[in-house]
């Protein structure tokens, strides 16, 4: 049976492994035989620059780039990175964000000249995410990660998040072994272990307000 097409818009700051999260979702599909394509904008990742990935899962998708309001889920490796391509969403999509918040520099600069500013923070940016869908997960990543036994790991904790949507066109096995296949070895049990452990937070953050797998 062909896989039911699938748009995710993945999006990150430079460091948190986006790229590397793109290619165990793309790498699972393909050993799935599940058609995927993939485009990816690079900013400047040694500076924490925005970085962005379309997905695009099934068989007659024929552009790697989703159209605006096309996406079904949003992942996004940090907060505010989800509010600034939410036009990407589509209405009643499925947003799973972690709460990590990188501030630009450009609004530190605001804040040098203005002593009163406050910083906007996660739970500001769920606010106004919620005008556009009520489907949001807050995975706070970074302590999961640091559970699992490496920081680093953030990117496989919302993995295993994802992972949970029934909606996904990808098993849950084939993303599991891409992971063991993209990850050194040395690392491997620790990013398993992350993953399980972004499952977990999925059952007690999204499951109540969409269908996942059991």
């Not at 203005?114 to 005008?131: C, N, Q």
Request: aromatic share 2%.
């Amino acid at each position: 049976m062909p896989a039911r097409e699938h748009s995710i818009y993945m999006s990150g700051v430079g460091g948190q492994g986006l790229v590397l999260l793109s290619n165990v979702i793309g790498s699972a599909c393909a050993a799935a035989g599940i058609r995927a394509l993939t485009g990816e904008q690079h900013g400047l990742s040694q500076r924490s620059g925005s970085i962005n990935v379309h997905m695009r899962i099934g068989e007659e998708i024929r552009s790697p780039l989703i159209p605006v309001g096309g996406a079904d889920v949003i992942l996004s490796l940090e907060a505010l990175e989800a509010l600034r391509y939410v036009e990407y969403l589509k209405p009643g999509g499925i947003v799973l964000m972690n709460s990590r918040v990188q501030h630009p520099i450009i609004e530190t600069a605001e804040h040098m000249k203005d002593k009163t500013a406050r910083y906007m923070s996660a739970e500001d940016v769920r606010g106004r995410l919620s005008k556009v869908t009520e489907k949001i997960a807050v995975i706070d990543a970074l302590s999961i990660a640091k559970q699992a036994g490496n920081p680093l790991t953030e990117n496989i904790v919302m993995l295993g998040t994802l992972s949970t949507l029934e909606e996904l066109p990808v098993p849950e096995d084939a993303l599991r072994q891409s992971v063991a296949d993209n990850v050194p070895k040395k690392a491997l049990d620790v990013n398993l272990k992350a993953f399980e452990l972004g499952k977990q937070a999925a059952f007690e953050r999204l499951c109540n307000m969409v269908k996942c797998r059991k």
